[in-house]
C-alpha cells in the first residue's frame, strides 16, 4: 500500500437497510439491538415439498415511496430493495433524496458498487416455469432486461442519476463486503467522490432448494456457534452504505458513523462450497484487512462474525478466529444471522451497516439462540451489549472460497 | 465540465503515471471459436474468418436464429489433463483452460509444479473475471430437475456451480490460485471492468500477480432471452439477412459467441525480478455509467470512460495509435460508442485506425473486451490491426474515419501508431470502460 494511497481515508456517512426485521436503520437496529427474530414460514412459495419450511423474508415490501423515476413494475425484486436501501442511505447521510440526490457531488464522480449472491433469481424463476410448462413463447424481451444480475446495480445509478463508476459484485455470500472494498479503492484512486456500497438478494426457491439439499437449512432455530445448531436460514435484504473522502464528508459537515480503515480479500481455492479445514482462507483475509488497517489484534473492539449456524461454518470460523485473535481472546463476537438469517449477497453489506453503528454508538448486537457456545469465545449471547468501540471487523466467506474482511474504525473528532 | 484528471492528493504534478507502480502484461490465454492461443486469435482476425456456425450445443427450433461463435469441438482434457472435470461446468472449463493457458503463456507454471526461479517468494496469484452469467444455464437447470423431480432430488453440484462467481472458484481450486480472486458483470464491459479492476491492485500494492480477464458461455437460456429481446442479428427484423456487421449501414444485432481470455498482470519489478518476458503495459483504465437512456447519454458516458483512461495513462488523444472498439453490429450502441469515442478524442479520431473484432468474432459479453485486449496486445507486437470483416456499407455520418467499404481492411500501422493503443467496451445496459494500453517498454 503506497503512502499516497493510505492519504486519502474513506468515511461512512449513511446507511439504508431493507431486511426481514425492519426497513431503515433505525428500526433495523432497534430490533437487533433487542434480538428480535425475522423468521416465519416461507411465503414467497410452496415449501410443501421441502422438510423444513422457515425463512427470513422482507414482508410487505413496497417499492413504491423509493422507486420513483423508474417503473418499479420493471425491476426485479432484488433490484427493488436495492433502490430502496440507495434512498434510505441517501438521506441518511443528508444528501437528500428528490429529485437529483447529490447536490454536493457532480454526477460523474456519483458511483455505485453492489454485490449479490443470485442477482435477480425469481426471472431465471419464472423462465424456468414457462420451460417445464411448454410455454416459452410467452418468455419476452423482459427477460433480458430484468435477469441479468449487472442491472441491480444499473438501476440503482438510473434511479438516482448517478454517472460514475458502476460494478457489480457477484462474489455471492462475501459480495457485500467485496463490493465495499472496491468502492474504498475507487475512492481511494480519486475515480469518484462518492459511492454507495452495499448488497442486494432477493428471496428465491433456487436458494433454499440448494441449502436444503446440502441439509444446511435449519428446522426451528438459528443458532450460530451453539453446539446444537441445525443450520442456517434463508433470508433476503438489502444494504446500502454512503461512503465519501473523510476531508469531504467533514467539510460538508456529515455525520461519520466510521472509517472504512482497511480491507482483505483471499480466495481458499480449495472447495466450492465447504471452508479451508484449518481456515486458511478466512485468516489470510483478516490478516491481510488488519494489515491494511494497521491495526493490531488485540485493538479489535468487536467481530461481526459470519456465522451462518451451519455446523461446518462456524466450526471453521472459529479455529480461523482464533488463529488470527488467539485461542483465548475475548473480544465480543456476534451473528445477526442468528436474526435475519442468511441474506445472501446483502448479508455482509448489512453487516458491515451494523459494524458502522457499533462503532458508532458504542453498542453491539446479540448472538440469539446461544445456549450452549462450542467455543470459549464471547459470542455476546442473547443480549445487546455496550461497549466502547474503536474497531470493528467484519467478515464474509462465500461459495467459491471467496473471503472478505473490512474494518470500520471509529474517526477522532476533527 | 467536471473534474476528471487524478485529484491533487494523489501525486505529483509531473504526469499521473509519476511514482506508482507500473502493471505490465507478462502472457495471455485465450479460448475462442477461432482459435486457442493470442497470436492464433490475432492471425485468424486479420484474415477475417469469422466465427459463426450452426449452433449444435442445443436445439434452435422455435427460434427464428440458428448460428453463433460455438466452440466446436472443445475438448478441455486437451489443455489440462485428465483430472476429474465433472464439477465444472462450461463456463468454469471455459475459464479453467485459459487460466492454464495464460499461467503457461506467461512462465508461471501450473499448479503442482515449482515455479519458475526468480518467482516472489510468498507472491500468489489471484483472478479477477468478468462474466455476464456465469451459466445461467446451470442455474435454471439445477431449477428445473427440482421442481420436476422434487427438492431432495435437486444436484449439490449444481448448486454449487450456480453461484456467479463459480467459475472465478473452480478456477481457483483448479490451479492453487490463493490471491484475490473476484467476479465482476458488467454485460459487455465486464471484461474490460475486471482487467481494470485487477490493475488498479496491483497498482495500489494489493496483489503483484494477478490473471484477469473474461468469461462466458453460450447456451440456450441465454440465445432465447436476447433473441426475445430483439438483440440478436435478424431477431428485431425477422427474415431479413442476419448481419452482425459493426458499424454497417444495415447491421441488425449481434451475433452471440462464447470463450474465455485472460491477461496475466503484473507489477513491473516483480515481473522482472523473475525474468518474464513483458508484452505490453497497461497505462490507464476508466469506467462510467450512462444513467440517462438513450444514445446521447450512452455517448456521453463513452465519452467520459475514454477521457478518464487517458488522463490515467497520462496519455494525449494524438498518442492514442489505434482503437479496437466494442461495436458488435448493435443497432444503437454501435453508433453511440463511435459517437462517444470521437467526442472525447477530437481530431485525434478523424485518422484513428479502427477495428472492432465482433465482426469476426461475435458478441461474447463477459469475455469480448478481455478478447479485444489480447488481440490488441498482439497488434502492438506486430504492428497488424484487423480489419471488420463483412462491412460493404459504413452508416453514413459516424464520426470514426471507417473504411466505406471492407473486406479486406487489415492493415500494418506505421510504427508511431503501435506505441499506445485504447480499447473500448460498451454493455448495452450502460457500462462503459477503457483501457489504454501500452507497447512493452
Not at chain 1, 426485521?21 to 437496529?29: L, R, S
Not at chain 2, 515481473?271 to 497497461?282: D, K, L, S, Y
Request: with cysteine.
Amino acid at each position: 500500500m503506497s503512502a499516497a494511497a493510505r492519504a486519502r481515508r474513506i468515511a461512512v456517512t449513511g446507511l439504508g437497510a431493507v431486511t426481514p426485521v425492519g426497513t431503515g436503520k433505525e428500526e433495523v437496529w432497534a430490533n437487533l439491538l433487542a434480538g428480535r427474530l425475522g423468521f416465519a414460514p416461507v411465503a414467497s412459495f410452496d415449501t410443501h415439498a421441502f422438510s423444513v419450511h422457515l425463512g427470513a423474508e422482507v414482508r410487505s415490501f413496497s417499492p413504491a415511496p423509493y422507486v420513483r423515476r423508474l417503473d418499479p413494475t420493471r425491476l426485479g425484486r432484488a433490484s427493488q430493495l436495492a433502490i430502496a436501501a440507495a434512498r434510505l442511505a441517501l438521506a441518511d447521510a443528508g444528501l437528500g433524496d428528490e429529485p437529483a440526490p447529490v447536490a454536493a457531488v457532480a454526477p460523474a464522480l456519483a458511483g455505485v458498487a453492489m454485490g449479490t449472491t443470485s442477482g435477480e433469481p425469481r426471472e431465471v424463476e419464472r423462465f424456468d416455469d414457462r420451460y417445464l410448462a411448454g410455454e416459452l413463447d410467452l418468455v419476452g424481451a423482459e427477460f433480458m432486461t430484468l435477469y441479468p444480475c449487472h442491472m441491480i446495480a444499473a438501476h440503482v445509478a438510473r434511479e438516482l442519476g448517478f454517472a460514475g463508476v458502476n460494478t457489480m459484485i457477484p462474489a455471492a455470500c462475501a459480495a457485500g463486503n467485496y463490493a465495499l472494498a472496491h468502492a474504498v479503492d475507487v475512492l481511494r484512486a480519486g475515480r469518484a467522490e462518492l459511492m454507495l456500497a452495499g448488497g442486494a438478494d432477493a428471496f428465491s426457491r433456487i436458494t433454499y432448494a440448494g441449502f436444503a439439499r446440502l441439509g444446511a437449512i435449519a428446522p426451528e432455530r438459528c443458532q450460530p456457534f451453539d453446539r446444537r445448531r441445525k443450520g442456517m436460514i434463508p433470508g433476503e435484504g438489502a444494504a446500502v452504505l454512503v461512503l465519501e473522502p473523510l476531508d469531504a464528508a467533514r467539510r460538508r459537515g456529515a455525520r461519520i458513523y466510521a472509517e472504512v480503515a482497511g480491507y482483505g480479500l483471499s480466495c481458499d481455492a480449495h472447495h466450492m462450497t465447504a471452508a479451508h479445514p484449518e481456515g486458511d482462507g478466512a485468516v489470510r483475509a483478516m490478516s491481510r484487512a488488519l494489515a491494511d488497517a494497521g491495526v493490531a489484534p488485540e485493538q479489535v473492539s468487536y467481530i461481526s462474525a459470519h456465522g451462518t449456524g451451519t455446523p461446518t461454518n462456524d466450526r471453521l470460523e472459529a479455529i480461523a478466529v482464533g488463529r488470527v485473535f488467539g485461542a483465548g481472546t475475548r473480544v465480543p463476537i456476534s451473528s445477526i444471522k442468528s436474526m435475519i438469517g442468511h441474506t445472501m449477497g446483502a448479508a455482509s453489506a448489512i453487516e458491515a451497516a451494523v459494524c458502522a453503528l457499533a462503532v458508532a454508538t458504542d453498542e453491539v448486537p446479540p448472538t440469539m439462540g446461544l445456549e450452549d457456545p462450542e467455543n470459549d469465545f464471547d459470542y455476546v449471547p442473547n443480549l445487546a451489549r455496550r461497549l466502547p468501540v474503536e474497531v470493528a471487523m467484519n467478515n464474509a466467506y462465500a461459495f467459491g472460497g471467496n473471503n472478505a474482511s473490512t474494518i470500520f474504525r471509529k474517526c477522532e473528532v476533527a | 465540465m467536471q473534474r476528471e484528471t487524478a485529484p491533487p492528493h494523489q501525486g505529483p504534478s509531473t504526469g499521473a503515471a509519476a511514482g506508482r507502480r507500473r502493471v505490465v502484461v507478462t502472457g495471455a490465454g485465450v479460448v475462442s471459436p477461432l482459435a486457442d492461443s493470442p497470436a492464433g486469435l490475432h492471425r485468424a482476425l486479420a484474415a477475417g474468418i469469422s466465427a459463426r456456425k450452426p449452433i449444435e450445443l442445443f436445439e434452435t427450433s422455435g427460434i427464428g436464429c440458428h448460428e453463433a461463435g460455438e466452440i466446436r469441438p472443445f475438448d478441455p482434457q486437451a489443455y489440462v489433463g485428465e483430472r476429474n472435470l465433472r464439477p465444472l461446468d462450461r463456463t468454469s472449463r471455459l475459464l479453467v483452460v485459459a487460466a492454464q493457458l495464460a499461467l503457461a503463456d506467461s512462465g508461471w507454471a501450473p499448479a503442482g509444479q515449482p515455479r519458475p526461479a526468480g518467482t516472489t517468494p510468498g507472491a500468489e496469484v489471484g483472478l479477477v473475471v468478468g462474466t455476464t452469467f456465469c451459466s445461467v444455464r446451470t442455474i435454471a437447470e439445477f431449477d428445473r430437475r427440482a421442481l420436476r423431480l422434487g427438492p431432495s432430488h435437486a444436484s449439490p453440484l449444481d448448486f454449487a456451480n450456480s453461484v456467479i462467481n463459480a467459475a472465478a472458484g473452480q478456477a481457483a481450486i483448479w490451479h492453487g490460485l490463493r490471491g484475490v480472486n473476484s467476479t465482476l458483470a458488467g454485460g459487455e464491459a465486464s471484461g474490460l471492468q475486471a482487467i481494470a479492476q485487477a490493475a488498479e491492485l496491483v497498482r495500489a500494492g494489493r496483489a503483484d500477480a494477478l490473471l484477469a480477464g473474461g468469461a462466458e458461455e453460450l447456451c440456450f437460456e441465454s440465445f432465447l432471452g436476447y433473441y426475445r429481446a430483439g438483440r440478436l442479428c435478424g431477431s428485431l427484423d425477422r427474415g431479413a439477412v442476419e448481419r452482425p456487421v459493426p458499424f454497417d449501414a444495415r447491421r441488425n444485432g449481434f451475433s452471440l459467441s462464447e470463450g474465455a481470455a485472460l491477461l496475466m498482470l503484473e507489477e513491473a519489478s516483480a515481473a522482472a525480478a523473475r525474468g518474464a518476458a513483458v508484452r505490453a503495459e497497461v497505462l490507464g483504465w476508466g469506467a462510467a455509467f450512462a444513467a440517462a437512456s438513450g444514445e446521447d447519454g450512452m455517448a456521453d458516458a463513452v465519452a467520459r470512460a475514454v477521457r478518464l483512461a487517458l488522463a490515467d495513462a497520462g496519455a494525449a488523444p494524438a498518442e492514442i495509435g489505434c482503437l479496437s472498439a466494442s461495436a458488435s453490429g448493435s443497432v444503437t450502441v454501435d453508433r453511440a460508442e463511435a459517437r462517444g469515442v470521437a467526442a472525447a478524442l477530437g481530431e485525434r479520431a478523424a485518422e484513428l485506425p479502427v477495428t472492432a473484432i465482433k465482426a469476426m468474432l461475435g458478441e461474447g459479453l463477459g469475455v469480448s473486451a478481455a478478447w479485444q485486449a489480447v488481440d490488441l496486445v498482439e497488434t502492438l507486437g506486430d504492428g497488424v490491426l484487423p480489419g471488420i470483416a463483412g462491412l460493404e456499407q459504413l452508416e453514413p455520418g459516424l464520426p470514426l474515419p471507417l473504411p466505406e467499404t471492407a473486406p479486406e481492411t487489415t492493415r500494418r500501422l506505421e510504427p508511431a501508431a503501435r506505441r499506445r493503443a485504447l480499447v473500448t467496451a460498451v454493455g448495452a445496459d450502460g457500462h462503459c470502460a477503457a483501457l489504454v494500453l501500452g507497447a512493452a517498454p
